[in-house]
């Protein structure tokens, strides 16, 4: 298929695009064939003999982080004030997530995972993310930490954002991850870890890849030159820098020239790509181990596959849909009422007194 002329701001601002929930799909696809198949030793899920299969799918995570980017700096586009960015990232994160641990939580209760069971306390202190502030509380579900770092980027990228503007806003993340390149650099986990990198040279590629046309071509450049160095002297990328750039420039070739990667499953794995990840570890490995255990080795994994992606599904249209709008209006009334979230960017103030955002 030819590739189709870029897409107006205009037509992509709160629309949806198909090559984007693609991207979507592959992330999630390629995360749930590593942790069904790479990730977990095959004693531990009741394998009767090693699979002798290894994948990278991991990386799938990666390009969840440089698709997030790419949407956020669309959502920070169309909110006027802080509060109504932190009210819209809120209403679509957390209900269904929520609702994820407390499932994950029942299921591994009822079939208990072996050093992955949660206790009461710690569900709870998830499903207010208190495991975001505190190392001291576990994950319920380990493939949550992803979310700390959104979480992470979503906070730092919206103060720069509404102080400083969209421009200014890259410009500091342009910095930031120069400054987690330099801890990795240096070897120190702490800084890197604060500074939340190499993931930060993920973001910046989708914040690059949105603001392509507004930006220069001398910080542009810069930005790329960061994010792709950044990535490459990364040790989490050692020996997979192949793929990685693979999955870069696909990435860059769907977001600025809207390639639709494909039809309607895509489009619905993508859609439901978030509460997938949610649910896909914990209740999948417990789907696998228990028809392992009852002798169903060949159709463990489909049946996890299709169970999670079920209840996936389930998830996003009763919860995650259902919920956000009227969330995200209560929230972002409830938070305009403090001094920073009720502020308008930058650049809408300087376009309200006539000046050139």
């Known amino acids: 298929m030819p590739a189709l002329a870029p897409p107006t701001r205009q037509a992509t601002q709160g629309a ?3 090559g984007v929930d693609a991207l979507r799909a592959l992330g999630i696809a390629m995360v749930v064939v590593y942790h069904y198949f790479d990730r977990w030793d ?3 899920l009741g394998f009767s003999a090693p699979r002798g299969f290894s994948f990278p799918g991991w990386l799938g995570v990666d390009l969840f982080f440089v698709v997030s980017a790419f949407c956020i700096a669309s959502t920070l586009a169309r ?3 802080a509060a109504r960015f932190v009210a819209l990232r809120l209403a679509r994160l957390w209900p269904a997530y929520a609702a994820a641990v407390a499932l994950t939580s029942a299921v ?3 079939f208990p995972l072996p050093g992955r069971t949660p206790e009461l306390w710690q569900a709870l202190a998830n499903m207010l993310w208190l495991n975001a502030l505190s190392p001291l509380v576990p994950h319920v579900d380990g493939a949550y930490w992803s979310l700390i770092v959104e979480l992470q980027f979503y906070v730092l990228l919206a103060l720069a954002h509404f102080r400083l503007g969209a421009r200014g806003g890259l410009i500091f993340w342009c910095l930031f991850t120069l ?3 330099g801890a990795e650099a240096l070897s120190e986990p702490l800084a890197r870890r604060a500074l939340i990198f190499p993931y930060s040279a993920m973001f910046l590629f989708g914040l690059i890849l949105w603001r392509w046309d507004e930006t220069g071509p001398r910080l542009r450049l810069a930005a790329l030159a960061i994010a792709l160095g950044g990535a490459m002297i990364s040790s989490r990328y050692a020996g997979v820098e192949a793929p990685l750039a693979a999955l870069m420039a696909l990435a860059a070739a769907t977001m600025r020239r809207g390639r639709r990667l494909g039809a309607a499953p895509l489009t619905l794995i993508g859609l439901t790509s978030y509460t997938w990840y949610l649910t896909h570890q914990n209740i999948g490995l417990v789907i696998i181990r228990e028809l392992n255990a009852a002798g169903l080795e060949r159709i463990s994994v489909p049946a996890a596959a299709a169970g999670t992606f079920a209840l996936a599904l389930a998830l996003s249209r009763l919860i995650e849909l ?12 409830a938070l305009a009422r403090l001094p920073f979230f009720s502020d308008p960017a930058p650049a809408e103030a300087r ?3 006539g000046a050139r955002p």
């Open 79 to 81: 909110a006027r004030t």
């Open 42 to 44: 095959w004693t531990y």
């Open 16 to 18: 949806r695009w198909p």
């Open 322 to 333: 259902r919920w956000r709008a009227p969330l995200a209006n209560a929230l972002e009334g």
């Open 351 to 353: 376009a309200r007194h």
């Open 179 to 181: 400054a987690g390149a």
């Open 108 to 110: 591994c209760w009822a």
